[in-house]
């Protein structure tokens, strides 16, 4: 077998390996389930997200919708990524060995899940890898073709996550301090980065036309999540989330930083990983500046390492990710998961049993995140039932986040829904203009105690319909709840709600402090 037909091989199983690792009990993410429902509204951006991911979602819509269909990207992405490594790996010299060398990372630790999970991580990855390859190949062959790859990766990048703007800085500081001379001396170079930048300039357009929501996003993000991120464990984490092939890519840092060739390279890792941490940005955000090292590590292992030491770094990347696998992946039913969780430390030591609450639950987060959203829309089902068609016509069916919308949205043909709407994330921009139409609200609310706030006094009836009841779900206890007939009062307060709720979504809003609305007293109609 040819060196390329292993290569091809090995990025075969990559694609397949995760659809045949995960129990087939799990379904869509609720992230997923809010990228589908931005498919439906194509823009040129998004609250999240640019808006790249969306024409996947789209496609995915397309194809029917079905789980398979969701998680074909991020594994095809995978095998592509590796695809790219692969080639790397064969330039620098490398054979069977450093090509199996930098497969092992993609199937052994965390790449796992972030190739498996609808999320922008994955183009993220992606582009960065591609950026780099470009960069390499044009130093290896001073082809300008490769200039431009790197220049419409980078371009597709920032229309996939607004990360790639510190890999950016990272090559632009590597090529600078390393004085690099064949690429910034390079007209070429220059009008690859101008055509990065065109690419990209339609979302940034978008951006400043609505008022550049990314600043609520990330504020919002800042204060549920990344403030309680210490650099100690950032960089810890950056040694855990690759540790079964820790070998592989410190050799490839240590090999990239003693080349006068290659030193941009080094230079780009480590001042990526300090921006971001600088940033305080979360872990797995570094991720897509490991791949390229994993090709230099892997050809250079293959090279000095004798039978021994290549039988060792084999054996130990398995069993690591052996061990790793069950907290990657929900590989059994939910009951059997939180009981192996339940019976072994490492779960808990590692961390991923912790949610935003800040405590340790029976799953890890990601994997609560996949449940009960069929039984969130057959109880909505369920209760928009009991309505006869003067009623459902006046009905607005109200989420209080955009997992339960997306999900009710999501699973709406099979039973016979109208439109699902919330103030939650993207949702906010797709809430319907006349509002004083509804004289029903269908609400589904995480809030347990919704029922006891005063709003709901504004309503001549209110009936507590269901609630969710598997236990291992992040939704567990949302409640379903109908409510007829609002008050004038009530109606001012929900359209002020959606006003306000704009107003903070934009850089202005996010840094100003709105007075409080007239009826607010909790809950998720306020």
Not at 162 to 186: C, E, H, N, R, V
Not at 220 to 231: A, K, V
Not at 384 to 406: M, P, R, V
Not at 460 to 486: F, Q
Request: charged share 15%; with cysteine; aromatic share 14%.
């Amino acid at each position: 077998m040819k060196p390329v037909h292993l290569l091809y091989l090995l990025a075969l199983v990559k694609l397949v390996l995760p659809f045949v690792l995960q129990d087939p009990q799990w379904g869509p993410h609720r992230d997923e389930l809010l990228y589908l429902a931005e498919a439906r509204h194509m823009a040129w951006g998004y609250m999240e997200a640019p808006p790249l991911l969306s024409v996947f979602a789209w496609l995915t819509n397309l194809m029917g919708g079905a789980l398979w269909a969701i998680k074909i990207w991020p594994s095809l992405a995978g095998a592509l990524t590796y695809l790219l490594v692969g080639r790397m790996t064969l330039h620098l010299g490398g054979r069977w060995f450093a090509l199996v060398l930098a497969w092992l990372p993609f199937v052994t630790g965390a790449w796992l899940r972030m190739h498996f999970l609808f999320q922008p991580n994955f183009l993220d990855i992606f582009w960065w890898t591609a950026m780099a390859y470009g960069l390499i190949r044009y130093k290896q062959t001073a082809k300008p073709v490769y200039l431009y790859l790197a220049g419409v990766s980078l371009g597709l990048g920032i229309l996939s996550k607004y990360t790639m703007a510190f890999f950016a800085a990272g090559i632009a500081g590597g090529l600078l301090l390393s004085w690099d001379k064949k690429i910034l001396a390079s007209r070429h170079f220059y009008f690859a980065a101008g055509l990065g930048i065109l690419i990209a300039l339609p979302n940034l357009l978008w951006q400043a036309a609505n008022g550049f929501p990314v600043v609520y996003h990330m504020k919002t993000l800042h204060d549920d999540q990344l403030q309680y991120l210490s650099p100690w464990s950032f960089l810890l984490d950056q040694l855990l989330l690759n540790i079964a092939t820790v070998i592989t890519w410190v050799a490839g840092l240590v090999w990239t930083a003693r080349s006068k060739q290659y030193r941009f390279i080094a230079w780009a890792f480590l001042l990526t990983v300090t921006l971001l941490m600088i940033g305080q940005g979360k872990s797995y955000y570094t991720q897509g500046a490991y791949p390229i090292l994993f090709a230099f590590g892997a050809a250079c292992l293959e090279k000095s390492a004798n039978r021994w030491w290549k039988m060792g770094m084999v054996a130990f990347s398995a069993c690591i990710g052996y061990i790793l696998l069950p907290l990657l992946l929900p590989i059994k039913p939910p009951a059997a998961m939180a009981a192996y969780y339940q019976q072994h430390d490492l779960p808990r030591k590692a961390g991923v049993l912790r949610w935003g609450d800040r405590r340790d639950h029976a799953l890890p987060q990601d994997f609560a995140d996949m449940l009960s959203w069929e039984e969130i829309t057959q109880k909505v089902a369920k209760a928009y039932s009991t309505l006869d068609s003067t009623e459902k016509a006046h009905t607005i069916l109200f989420c209080d986040n955009y997992g339960q919308a997306g999900a009710v949205n999501y699973y709406a043909p099979k039973y016979h829904l109208p439109p699902a709407y919330s103030d939650n994330a993207s949702f906010l921009y797709w809430m319907p203009q006349d509002l004083d139409s509804f004289e029903t609200i269908l609400l589904v609310t995480d809030d347990r105690q919704e029922m006891q706030h005063g709003f709901i006094k504004e309503f001549k009836e209110v009936t507590l319909v269901d609630s969710v009841t598997n236990p291992y779900a992040l939704e567990y206890g949302s409640l379903i709840i109908l409510m007829k007939g609002p008050s004038p009062a009530m109606r001012e307060a929900f359209k002020d709600k959606i006003r306000r709720g704009k107003l903070k979504t934009t850089a202005e809003g996010a840094v100003q402090k709105l007075p409080p609305n007239a009826l607010e007293d909790g809950g998720a109609l306020h």
